[in-house]
């Protein structure tokens, strides 16, 4: 019997992921490219049909594991349900999409079909994968500033310089390295290694490493304390260019 608001005869379930990772200092998505129509050609979120006997974030984990050949999700959760009629040719898909995370100094080997890239310049993207990748930078933006979240894209150790970046470069606004160190250290989330960095090529005091206390998300304030100063940006110009995020990619993640 045809849905009487749409006419089509059958309505399909898929998964998709917006999974994101800091390369090389900026926000990126791992996409694929697909060789068939409809949209061949253009790039894609990973993801498939769900399968009979799954839930939906079993299936969308099995998709990334067999698909895309990746493990290294330190953080999924469910983004939303995009569901228009229209929203690919042919019988109706729903798509249930999930924000994944990748730690910056994972370096996954990904088929040959599927690449890293910025968030901030899409390549032409599928149906509407590149709405779904936006909703899922703009919710890791949000909980970044109320929960702790940064343990999903940091590597297990780091000085508070280092965090600093990847936050930069995850929420699009300069973060002040001292007040990100204290909202983390009254929210309880960073623990001192008792280690300290290598020093740079300018010498300088070495920096102390901390680590995240907890590797799963938790609510830590009850709203967004890392939102930009408006006042501040206007008072001060234009903002400063991101710096280059040293971290190193872990040879225990291939």
Known sequence: MADVTTGKTEVGHEVLA???QIRNGTLQVLLWQRAQQPDSGRWALPGGRLGATE????????????KVDLREIAHIEQLGVFSAPDRVPGVRLV???FLGLVPCDADPT??????WHPVAELPPT????????????DRLRAKLSYTNLGFALAPAEFS??????LYVTALGHPVSATNLQRVLARRGVLVPTGATAPPGPAGGRPAALFR?????????????????????DAASGPAPP???IRCQPDPRAR
Do not use: C, K, M, Y
């Open 212 to 232: 995240f206390a907890e590797r799963q998300l938790r609510v830590t304030d009850a709203s967004a304390v890392l939102r930009p100063s408006h006042a501040a």
């Open 126 to 137: 599928a149906f509407d994968h590149a709405a779904i990748v936006r909703d899922g930078r």
């Open 55 to 66: 839930d939906v974030q079993t299936s969308v984990l099995r998709q990334l594991a067999d």
């Open 242 to 244: 991101l710096v280059t």
């Open 110 to 115: 990904v088929p040959e079909d599927t690449r």
């Open 95 to 97: 798509a249930t999409a």
């Open 160 to 165: 508070v310089s280092a965090l600093r970046d």
């Open 18 to 20: 917006a999974v994101l």
